[in-house]
């Protein structure tokens, strides 16, 4: 796995949060309080409404691991589907049962962890290579060209192209749209002083307008409405 995320809610009764959500482009495992599922890639922005008292645990999966659970992740693209995992979720549920806030999440990620190394290690070439592929793009914003993450692995775009659909679900180009808007909404966020033009130049946009193209056709929105947005935010008591 990449990483774990886990979110805790308790919500005032006949009340909803709606929570955003601009995850990558990669699939997930998750785990929560009545089910295990399987979420595939996403290629836009997304939301869940939670009510109640409930929590999730989930594992951002390398690629490498995604035919473990399903043949074709892009059959999945921005949808979810419910796994038989019994074992899986008896072990996170007794973890997350816990007082301690801390400690329950730290005993989850073990009990995860545990679970999926006991599912086998053994992983193909061509997975390992979708993992660089990932790094590679991910560890560069700037990525805009499948010629340039293929020289850097030495091998051809046709090879990242089939390797991207077989264990990730989506084109190489796609990931690294996603790669470079996530950039952009992380500098829009943290730099609300400087210029969205020159936010867009410096992430490999021709212009703001591809980068405000970007912004409407993912997450809904242009980078001045949610410059706004974090602006009514703070100012709100």
């Avoid at 084109?171 to 867009?200: C, F, H, K, W, Y």
Wanted: aromatic content about 8%; some cysteine; overall charge neutral.
């Amino acid at each position: 796995m990449q990483w774990f995320w886990i979110p805790e809610w308790d919500i005032e009764p006949g009340h909803t949060s709606r929570q955003q959500v601009i995850a990558f482009p990669t699939s997930n495992l998750v785990v929560q309080n009545d089910l295990v599922e399987f979420a595939g890639p996403t290629t836009r922005c997304s939301h869940r409404d939670l009510t109640g008292r409930g929590w999730a645990v989930g594992a951002l999966l390398r690629p490498a691991v995604v035919p473990r659970f399903i043949a074709d992740p892009g059959t999945l693209r921005d949808a979810r589907m419910e796994l038989p995992f019994a074992d899986l979720h008896a072990v996170v549920s007794e973890a997350m049962s816990g007082t301690d806030p801390e400690q329950r999440r730290q005993l989850a990620v073990e009990a995860f962890t545990a679970w999926l190394v006991a599912q086998g290690t053994e992983l193909s070439e061509e997975g390992l290579l979708a993992n660089r592929m990932m790094d590679v793009i991910g560890d560069s914003a700037g990525a805009t060209r499948i010629e340039d993450v293929a020289a850097r692995l030495f091998v051809s775009p046709r090879t990242l192209q089939r390797v991207a659909k077989k264990y990730i679900g989506l084109s190489p180009s796609t990931l690294m749209r996603r790669r470079r808007l996530q950039e952009a909404v992380e500098q829009t966020r943290t730099n609300p002083g400087t210029d969205l033009a020159v936010i867009a130049a410096g992430l490999g946009y021709a212009d703001h307008a591809h980068l405000t193209n970007d912004f409407q056709r993912i997450l809904g929105f242009t980078p001045g409405k949610y410059r706004r947005s974090l602006v009514q935010g703070r100012r709100q008591p």
